[in-house]
């Protein structure tokens, strides 16, 4: 039998670094989620509203949505799923540095915008070779 490199299995080194991206996104917005639903008004002025307060409630309810879906497909190690919830978690990131830079707020775009990178780059580098572009 002759063995022949399979370019659709994932290299280690892009799910180790995928795996760490992942685990940086679930902690860092697993802490912005609990923190909306807990105190709203420590994120935002007037937070502690009944309105921004619903509409934190919302937001989290997505928010896990996602971050769950990083976790298990993390932890179950299936990659395919993996790469597809990295590149959604990656577009809300940059939907947030877009609402961040319209706002004026250097922090609430500077961080999103790096973990909008991450999350790319992360799923860029679980997609098979012979599925990304020519000569990368």
Do not use: C, K
């Amino acid at each position: 039998m002759i063995r022949t490199p399979n370019d659709s299995v994932t290299r280690r080194s892009a799910r180790v670094f995928a795996t760490v991206v992942t685990v940086l996104t679930v902690l860092s917005s697993g802490y912005f989620t609990v923190s909306g639903l807990l105190a709203p008004g420590g994120l935002v002025p007037g937070g502690d509203a009944a309105a921004p307060r619903v509409f934190a409630a919302y937001m989290a309810a997505r928010s896990i949505v996602l971050l769950g879906g990083l976790a298990l497909f993390a932890a179950l190690r299936a990659w395919r799923p993996l790469t597809l919830v990295l590149a959604l978690n990656a577009g809300v990131q940059l939907v947030d540095t877009v609402i961040g830079v319209t706002r004026h707020e250097l922090a609430q775009s500077l961080g999103p915008a790096f973990f909008a990178l991450l999350l790319g780059a992360a799923a860029w580098t679980l997609l098979p070779r012979r599925g990304r572009l020519a000569g990368t």
